[in-house]
């Protein structure tokens, strides 16, 4: 009985590291997708089309793959080591490549759901003498977060699971965790990692079914 | 004087040429409807007037102040056209109302930022009260279009008649000197049109400076009390409406005319 509560601790405290790195993910990706969703939305073409072929390669490419470039690459190349030695340097290294690979991600979803809202809800913010930030955050900024939600939780779903790939690196996260138990000849470890994400993914498909109802009261 | 001149307006989009040199003028007090064959560029105009597009020649005066004159970019600057827009107001022919407020806040939104900006270094007691201002005149305008007991309804809860009254409340709240309809009743079904057209009616008595936009001829020749008659970017015709319905003097007009009279 011991062993299974010692187990189902260290379990959630390996779970913990998948948290930190989906919250961590977030509160960067979500801003850093809308600037790039702007950069990729410009009429200055370079821009665009730079932010577009960048999108385009992340988006291309496996998280995987990302993960290792960003962790090895700038050692390989001889610039020395900014990801600090240690569990924090692989974990600031996985972190960094799930901020840039998931607003990638978001970018496209923002751009979507901002060319979504009708060109006359602009002109008629314009023709009453707003401003263009006030059409921005009085006007279309509603109808575009009720637009992508759908879109943008099945990638935050979708960012729960994905945590588990920060193990190529080493970071030593649940299903590394329950891995190594399996070594000794326990596999029930495994299953409760599955139970952890889960109820984590039942908590957020209850957080965002309820954000849709809120924003229901309206049609756009 | 005249309220607005327009003088000798061109606009292209690439190699179309939309506008081909207009030039009108109309009295306060006095509402102006433009009629003409689709694609002919009423729309164009109407947006030109409301600097949603920029016209590449020409001259635009409100109140003998030059508003807007293609060769002279001071008169261009981003700032300023946000001021200068509101010399107009604009009623789309598809509403566009904000889905995500209320009919009352619609009409009030704008007029709300717009005080936010003008008090900004005043104490909350006067925005507050300046809120209450805008609230009470805008129910006392949606009180005029009918929709009292609307205020607290959402767009998608009212009909395509019932929107494009709150589009006008929405228009009249800012003040404008002149306000624009482009085809207001076009988007409805033909059993809503009348109590959108009874409420322009109804502005035109009480004398509003209006440009209207429309393919319902008898409404124009009833309402208007100068009509401009457009085709391929350029005015045919203009006079008062008993002339023009009943007295055309170009062909192109005669024939515009005659087809509608037998279509409608
Ligand atoms: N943004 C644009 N880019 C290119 N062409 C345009 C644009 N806007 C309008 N046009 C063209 O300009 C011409 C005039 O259009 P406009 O909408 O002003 O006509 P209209 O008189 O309002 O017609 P309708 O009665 O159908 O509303 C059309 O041939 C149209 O295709
Ligand atoms: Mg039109």
């Given at each position: 009985m011991s062993n299974f509560s010692t187990i189902m601790a260290r379990l959630l405290e390996a779970f913990r590291l998948n948290g930190q790195l989906f919250?961590?993910?977030?509160?960067?990706?979500?801003?850093?997708?809308?600037?790039?969703?702007?950069?990729?939305?410009?009429?200055?073409?370079?821009?665009?089309?730079?932010?577009?072929?960048?999108?385009?390669?992340?988006?291309?490419?496996?998280?995987?793959?990302?993960?290792?470039?960003?962790?090895?690459?700038?050692?390989?190349?001889?610039?020395g080591s900014p990801w600090g030695a240690g569990a924090s340097g692989r974990f600031s290294a996985a972190t960094v490549a799930f901020v840039i690979n998931y607003a990638c991600y978001f970018s496209e979803i923002y751009r979507g759901g901002i060319q979504g809202v009708p060109k006359g809800q602009t002109e008629a913010g314009q023709v009453l003498g707003m401003t263009k930030s006030q059409i921005f955050f009085k006007v279309t900024l509603l109808q575009v977060v009720k637009r992508i939600l759908p879109a943008m939780s099945n990638e935050i779903i979708t960012l729960v699971k994905d945590t588990s790939l920060a193990r190529i690196i080493s970071n030593k996260e649940i299903?590394?965790?329950?891995?190594?138990?399996?070594?000794?000849?326990?596999?029930?470890?495994?299953?409760?990692?599955?139970?952890?994400?889960?109820?984590?993914?039942?908590?957020?498909?209850?957080?965002?079914?309820?954000?849709?109802?809120?924003?229901?009261?309206?049609?756009? | 004087m005249a309220i607005l001149e327009v003088e000798n307006i061109y606009k292209n989009f690439g190699e179309t040429q939309v506008l081909k040199g207009i030039s009108f003028s109309l009295e306060q007090g006095q509402a102006l409807a433009i009629i003409g064959a689709s694609g002919s560029g009423k729309t164009t105009l109407l947006r030109c007037l409301n600097f949603l597009e920029r016209p590449d020649k020409g001259i635009i005066r409100v109140n003998g102040d030059v508003l807007f004159d293609a060769q002279d970019p001071s008169t261009q600057l981003e700032k300023e056209i946000r001021k200068k827009r509101l010399n107009f107001g604009l009623v789309f022919q598809s509403f566009h109302l904000f889905p995500q407020y209320t009919v009352l806040k619609n009409v009030?939104?704008?007029?709300?930022?717009?005080?936010?900006?003008q008090?900004?270094?005043?104490?909350?007691?006067?925005?507050?009260?300046?809120?209450?201002d805008i609230e009470e005149q805008a129910r006392m305008l949606l009180d005029q279009m009918g929709l009292l007991d609307k205020v607290n309804a959402y767009p998608h809860q009212l009909s395509g008649g019932q929107q494009q009254r709150v589009a006008i409340a929405r228009a009249l709240a800012l003040h404008p000197k002149i306000l624009c309809f482009d085809e207001p009743t076009s988007a409805l079904d033909p059993e809503l049109t009348g109590e959108v057209l009874r409420v322009i009616r109804g502005l035109a008595e009480k004398k509003t400076t209006m440009v209207i936009v429309t393919h319902e001829m008898a409404f124009a020749r009833d309402v208007a009390d100068h009509v401009i008659f457009m085709d391929d970017g350029v005015i045919v015709e203009e006079g008062r409406p008993e002339d023009l319905?009943?007295?055309?003097?170009?062909?192109?007009?005669?024939?515009?005319?005659?087809?509608?009279?037998?279509?409608?």
């Open positions: 919250i961590l993910t977030l509160v960067f990706a979500l801003p850093l997708g809308l600037i790039i969703a702007f950069g990729s939305m410009s009429r200055w073409k370079p821009l665009s089309l730079l932010t577009r072929t960048v999108v385009w390669i992340i988006r291309g490419t496996p998280l995987m793959l990302q993960i290792i470039v960003i962790f090895f690459a700038p050692g390989l190349l001889g610039w299903i590394m965790m329950a891995h190594e138990y399996t070594a000794k000849g326990l596999i029930w470890p495994l299953f409760f990692t599955g139970v952890f994400f889960l109820v984590f993914v039942g908590a957020l498909t209850l957080l965002f079914n309820a954000l849709e109802k809120k924003l229901d009261y309206f049609r756009c | 009030t939104l704008a007029s709300e930022l717009l005080t936010k900006e008090l900004k270094h005043q104490g909350r007691a006067a925005l507050r009260a300046a809120y209450q319905f009943s007295n055309p003097k170009e062909e192109r007009t005669r024939q515009f005319l005659s087809r509608y009279s037998s279509s409608n």
